[in-house]
T-cell receptor, first 111, second 112 residues
Framework: SQQGEEDPQALSIQEGENATMNCSYK?????LQWYRQNSGRGLVHLIL???NEREKHSGRLRVTLDTSKKSSSLLITASRAADTASYFC???????????WGAGTKLIIKP | AAGVIQSPRHLIKEKRETATLKCYPI?????VYWYQQGPGQDPQFLIS???????DKGSIPDRFSAQQFSDYHSELNMSSLELGDSALYFC???????????FGQGTRLTVV
């Protein structure tokens, strides 16, 4: 079963608006990572947030982590057409040292 | 900056054939992960290696095997290919088992 579950599954917004995607997970984690995947292309690592961190910024990206709720959110501010992609969260869940992936959110930015 | 290199980028094989996918991690990365992503699906973890030893095993079929060599590159060997093996195969590397993983562009395998 999936460790990470993301919502919404699909999100369509106007260019310039902010996009928020959420990820929930089931077990305790070492860290949570967000990735972007353009259609049929490789995954691009966006940001990693450790279990003892609550918020992290990188450019137009803002990630929050709430370990009590076992959830994370990715906020993309001032969206651009180039942000159109699928966004995945992945958790490093303890001693297994593997990334457990969510189903992804398909983000479409309309010009 | 150097990235994870996968080869080949595209591969077409017939049913029951074998395929070998290669992954060259980022220099000084000691951990390699293999993932399989079917059409429209999320990536599934197959197997990982740390310091040339198998670290963890996911949903890798018995028909598949993998290893990490002394230069840290890794190969995924797939035998008796089935139509359902058609997918994008990603390799990722990290500096150690808890750091962020960086992915290659993937190998698109099509089994006909």
């Amino acid at each position: 079963s999936q460790q990470g579950e993301e919502d919404p599954q699909a999100l369509s917004i106007q260019e310039g608006e902010n996009a928020t995607m959420n990820c929930s997970y089931k077990t305790s984690i070492n860290n949570l990572q967000w990735y972007r995947q353009n259609s049929g292309r490789g995954l691009v690592h966006l940001i990693l947030i450790r279990s003892n961190e609550r918020e992290k910024h990188s450019g137009r990206l803002r990630v929050t982590l709430d370990t009590s709720k076992k959830s994370s959110s990715l906020l993309i501010t001032a969206s651009r057409a180039a942000d159109t992609a699928s966004y995945f969260c992945a958790t490093d869940a303890g001693s297994n040292y593997q990334l457990i992936w969510g189903a992804g959110t398909k983000l479409i930015i309309k010009p | 900056a150097a990235g994870v290199i996968q080869s080949p980028r595209h591969l077409i094989k017939e049913k029951r054939e074998t395929a070998t996918l290669k992954c060259y991690p980022i220099p000084r990365h000691d951990t390699v992960y293999w993932y399989q992503q079917g059409p429209g699906q999320d990536p599934q973890f197959l197997i990982s290696f740390y310091e040339k030893m198998q670290s963890d095993k996911g949903s890798i079929p018995d028909r598949f095997s993998a290893q990490q060599f002394s230069d840290y590159h890794s190969e995924l060997n797939m035998s008796s290919l089935e139509l359902g093996d058609s997918a994008l195969y990603f390799c990722a590397s990290s500096r150690n088992r808890v750091s962020e993983a960086f992915f290659g562009q993937g190998t698109r395998l099509t089994v006909v």
